[in-house]
């Protein structure tokens, strides 16, 4: 075979190569890039955070509300309501909290109605959990009275707050009258400001 013919034999296949060469470095480098920046793009989950998200129950949801009533209701609820199976004291802790400005010491007297830790480890102990019905919540002449003073803030509602809780401990039902007295401050929108378990007359 002379030198042209042979040219003639070998162009034309070294050119096929390159070609099949370029092509599989084109399609299969573009699908590995393309897959590890689906990888990048995609968010991970990874199963443990959600684990460590707050456990919230139903009844413990902050009113948005520029009502002070619905306000002082739910607040009574989500204090009167848990379960020792679903939740730690420190997710109750957190969702009462909500209730209140997050500035100030509005959050820390939000949980103060809360039980103590080792009133919440006997709780564990016996499997406890609690709901709330009949809540009413009405303004007395007391709490007419010092929204009427200069001490009270602007927006400031006071209520006296009655609940019939139905506790579960163990293969136990106690039900039990709950009673406090609760500020709420509206402006806009309606902010937990007091609590406290003692009624003046």
């Known amino acids: 075979m002379n030198r042209s013919s042979w040219a003639r034999f070998v162009l034309p296949i070294a050119i096929l190569l390159t070609v099949i060469t370029i092509v599989s470095i084109l399609v299969f480098g573009s699908n590995g890039r ?49 379960d020792t199976s679903k939740h730690s004291l420190k997710d109750w802790q957190d969702a009462v909290s909500v209730f209140a400005d997050p500035y100030g010491e ?3 007297v939000a949980r103060s109605l809360l039980p103590l830790m080792g009133e919440w480890q006997q709780l564990e102990l016996h499997h406890a959990k609690a709901t709330v019905d009949q809540i009413t919540a009405e303004i007395t002449p007391e709490m007419k009275r010092l929204q009427q003073s200069e001490a009270a803030p602007d927006g400031w509602t006071g209520y006296v707050i009655h609940g019939k809780q139905t506790t579960l401990l163990d293969t136990d039902t106690i039900v039990s ?4 007295a609760v500020g709420i401050v509206c402006t806009s929108i309606c902010k937990f400001w007091s609590a406290s378990a003692q009624i003046n007359p």
């Open 34 to 82: 393309d897959e590890e920046q689906a990888k990048t793009s995609q968010p991970t989950l990874v199963p443990s955070l959600a684990d460590d998200e707050p456990a919230q129950l139903e009844a413990w949801k902050r009113p948005t509300t520029s009502d002070p009533k619905p306000m002082a209701i739910g607040y009574a609820r989500a204090i009167w309501t848990y």
């Open 106 to 108: 509005g959050p820390r």
């Open 177 to 180: 009258s709950r009673q406090m």
